[in-house]
């Protein structure tokens, strides 16, 4: 049986471990030959992080970017790719604005969070439009492995406080789950003095916050499921001297849901659903909506050699709100086929899948992986895979305006990756590296007045990770070492850096878990040309849990122990030396 191991803070899931977003099915991690990593609730709650973004810039593979404090636009690189080459999924369900071409990560609460999946290399082969980077698919709780209440409370620095709770139960066939939250913060100055827009004022964040499962199965073979996901998120900006600029974000999503095994080995999941992404700008009363009706088949056939994967997806995607475009809605019909065996030392993944899209036609992508086990502790990983990313209703359609109009005749960016990666593992002792090359072209930029498909990206890179545990301590660090850059001209691609990594020390003592964290970067640029530079910085965060009872936890952190001032993005600040504390509530 082929292993897999792959180590790092936060992000090191056992052999056992099951997977989703690799292969879009329930799949052991010994069984996959993909750059995965797998986050437990456990490890979200026990990082201490403020907001899903801030936990997100520990993890391998991934840079962040925030444009201020709690609940500011943020966004994340995988592999050095752009932010918006990112597909982030919500229970299986895409939730970007159509408009923007990005995912409002800010606003789902950690303390929704039941377990997070990273893939890291090209995925359209599997989900369609914008996988160039890799995809980060978001698990909410689903109260599926516990009964009765729980409950998290917690404040700190900034006046910053958390309250979520839940409750669920099973009666007879029927299963429910309810979870309800509030994160708020008083914040601090978004931007520095000199910035465009600044206003000298804290700039504070509240975001109200609910889930909803229902479940009942009719046999052992068929199973409808009701989920509803809400963030209601209120952000204060700056963005004029004279105007408390405060803007209001919804997400949103509700999921029906059918799962049928028909016969042994044929599993068959229908999914219709509907997101939403509703942001207003009440200083100026600016709206944008994007809606998009989703309906997936998907079906697993459990072969005599290997597992088949056929899937059917319809997706709709329309925008409305203050700005009117000249066209404002289209369809994605797209089918998919992948066949998966592993037999002795080897292991193969092919994804082969075509998206008709309304506006651009045909596009059909594939992804091939493969992996062989060298010996009883070394492993050998191979991977190809193209991806390609549809330009944004605001890229198309913006109406003319000072300095900026959309361009109908922009094309999808394409993307083409390759990898290779070695692994070693002895006992609790591991060991991997992973080289990659990606090339994006028709790359969508900027040129005075509009976008235009103007440039090829050239990243290459090595990511580098290892755990071992010594003495009752455990050590996880990872290491990327990456060239983002315009093929065109050889400048760095905005707001990355070519080395960023992470260290993570801790260890249990009695009633105490203690954890210490490092996560570094190198010189980055706030522009494509390279004139503004984004300084180095290494943070240093603190932790420690005191187990009460058997039912109740407390824990406080403090991060940016050393209060180190750095940028993610020009002109804005980031958190000075901040703690929380926090107390968590959970029946066994």
């Known amino acids: 049986m082929l292993w897999h191991a792959c180590a790092a803070a936060a992000d090191s899931p056992l052999l056992d471990d099951i997977v989703v977003t690799a292969s879009r099915v329930p799949t052991s991690m010994s069984e996959l030959a993909s750059d995965v990593g797998v986050i437990r609730a456990e490890a979200v709650r026990a990082a201490g992080a403020r907001s899903l973004t801030e936990f997100l810039q520990g993890q391998p593979g991934i840079e962040i970017t925030a444009q201020g404090g709690l609940g500011s636009q943020s966004g994340l690189f995988i592999r050095g790719a752009n932010s918006n080459h990112t597909l982030v999924l919500l229970d299986g ?9 990005l995912t409002a990560l800010e606003h789902i609460p950690l303390g929704q969070i039941e377990r997070i999946e990273i893939l890291r290399g090209p995925a359209s082969s599997l989900y369609g439009a914008d996988a160039i980077g890799g ?14 209440p729980w409950l998290e409370a917690g404040a700190g620095s900034f006046g910053a406080y958390s309250l979520t709770g839940g409750y669920a139960r099973g009666v007879g066939d029927t299963r429910f789950a309810l979870f309800l939250g509030r994160t708020a913060s008083d914040g601090f100055d978004a931007t520095r003095p000199g910035t465009w827009g600044h206003e000298p004022d804290d700039d504070g964040y509240r975001n109200n916050h609910s889930s909803l499962r229902l479940e009942h199965a009719f046999t052992r073979e068929h199973r409808l499921e009701l989920h509803g996901f809400l963030a209601d998120a209120r952000t204060e900006f700056d963005s004029s001297p004279s105007i408390d600029a405060t803007q209001k974000q919804r997400l949103s999503t509700q ?9 042994p080995g044929w599993e068959s999941t229908l999914r219709l659903a509907q997101s939403r992404d509703r942001l207003r700008d009440l200083s100026n009363d600016t709206r944008f909506e994007t809606r998009q009706d989703q309906l997936q088949w998907q079906n697993d056939l459990r072969l005599t050699v290997g597992d088949l994967l056929l899937a059917l997806e319809r997706t709709e995607q329309e925008v409305s709100g203050s700005t009117a475009y000249t066209v404002d809605q289209r369809d994605v019909d797209a089918a998919l086929v992948g066949y998966r065996v592993s037999l ?80 070693w593992q002895r006992g609790e002792h591991a060991l991997s590296a992973h080289y990659f090359q990606n090339r994006v072209d028709d790359l969508i930029a900027y040129v005075f007045p509009t976008m235009q498909n103007v440039r090829e ?16 301590w455990r050590l996880a660090a990872s290491l990327d070492l990456q060239s983002p850059e315009d093929a065109d001209t050889g400048k760095r691609l905005p707001r990355r850096a070519r080395e960023h990594g992470s260290l993570t020390i801790s260890r249990a003592l009695g009633a105490w878990d203690l954890r210490a964290e490092l996560i570094a970067a190198g010189t980055r640029y706030d522009d494509l040309d390279n004139t503004r530079r984004l300084d180095a910085y290494a943070l240093v965060n603190l932790g420690a849990d005191y187990r009460l009872g058997e039912d109740l936890r407390l824990s406080a952190r403090l991060n940016n122990a050393f209060d180190e001032q750095y940028e993610l993005a020009g002109g804005y600040n980031t958190p000075d030396r901040n703690f929380f504390i926090g107390l968590q509530y959970q029946p066994h």
Do not use: C
């Not at 369900?93 to 071409?101: K, Q």
């Not at 995809?135 to 009765?148: E, K």
């Open 93 to 101: 369900l895409r939730v970007n604005s159509a408009s923007a071409g």
């Open 135 to 148: 995809v980060v698919q978001i698990f909410t709780r689903s109260g599926s492995s516990r009964t009765g």
């Open 255 to 263: 999921a029906l849901t059918s799962r049928n095994r028909f016969r």
């Open 344 to 423: 002795g030392d080897h292991a193969w993944q092919l994804n082969l899948r075509h998206d008709d899209d309304s506006q651009f036609g045909g596009h059909a992508t594939g992804s091939f992986t493969y992996a062989y086990l060298l010996g009883p502790e070394w492993r050998l990983n191979l991977g190809y895979g193209t991806a390609f990313k549809a330009p944004t209703f605001n890229d198309l359609y913006w109406p003319v305006s000072p300095g900026y109009q959309g361009n109908p005749n922009l094309d999808p960016e394409r993307s083409r990756q390759g990898e290779i990666g070695l692994r």
């Open 457 to 472: 990206a050239r990243i290459e890179g090595l990511s580098l990770r290892g755990e071992t545990r010594m003495g009752g």
